[in-house]
T-cell receptor, first 116, second 110 residues
């Protein structure tokens, strides 16, 4: 079974709709991240969480919100979707253990979101 | 100016060629230097990880870091069609966050 799972894998929605993307992990990691990927722009950080009570904005948080329901679950919401939020969204996790291992991030398979 | 710049390509090479992928960066606080490989319709996976200037070799892959020039490279020797993917450099500080380059799309044709 995959260590980092994302649901749904694909979603088409309309402008103005509320959308939630979910991420679950079985790696036991404390840190979780949400990124979006656009052609030519690489991966950009939306939000990150270093533990259940810690939520931090990333580079491009406007229009997004998150919820860390448990150590293993981190959800991303688009309260009112707009077409320029059409992108590939990735969840990632990393270990809090310190040293080199705390910097490697493990990615889920991604959610392809289209906003019409 | 972006903190990390990566030539997006695309790059197309024949099988067996040596491939050079590069990133430059501006923030001296970066301490960790990684290369991720992303196949189509998949999430990125860590390929190489270094934290000091110099070279690190793993099979056909060599990661090179030059902190004085703020320049990192990934070399692929004897490239194979299975190496066709997007390659992303990722740089990290001690705070546990990574900053990614734009990604280079590589195609190795038989």
């Amino acid at each position: 079974d995959a260590d980092v799972t994302q649901t749904p894998r694909n979603r088409i929605t309309k402008t103005g709709k509320r959308i939630m993307l979910e991420c679950s992990q079985t790696k036991g990691h404390d840190r979780m991240y949400w990124y979006r990927q656009d052609p030519g722009l690489g991966l950009r950080l939306i939000y990150y969480s270093f533990d259940v009570k810690d939520i931090n904005k990333g580079e491009i948080s406007d229009g997004y919100s998150v919820s860390r329901q448990a150590q293993a679950k981190f959800s991303l919401s688009l309260e009112s979707a707009i077409p320029n939020q059409t992108a590939l969204y990735f969840c990632a996790t990393s270990d809090l253990g310190g040293g080199e291992s705390s910097n490697e991030q493990f990615f889920g398979p991604g959610t392809r979101l289209t906003v019409l | 100016q972006k903190e990390v710049e990566q030539d997006p390509g695309p790059l197309s090479v024949p099988e067996g060629a040596i491939v050079s992928l590069n990133c430059t960066y501006s923030n001296s606080a970066f301490q960790y230097f990684m290369w991720y490989r992303q196949y189509s319709r998949k999430g990125p996976e860590l390929l190489m990880y270094t934290y000091s200037s110099g070279n690190k070799e793993d099979g056909r892959f060599t990661a090179q870091v030059d902190k004085s020039s703020k320049y990192i490279s990934l070399f692929i020797r004897d490239s194979q069609p299975s190496d066709s993917a997007t390659y992303l450099c990722a740089l990290g500080t001690s705070y546990g966050k990574l900053t990614f380059g734009q990604g280079t799309i590589l195609t190795v044709h038989p």
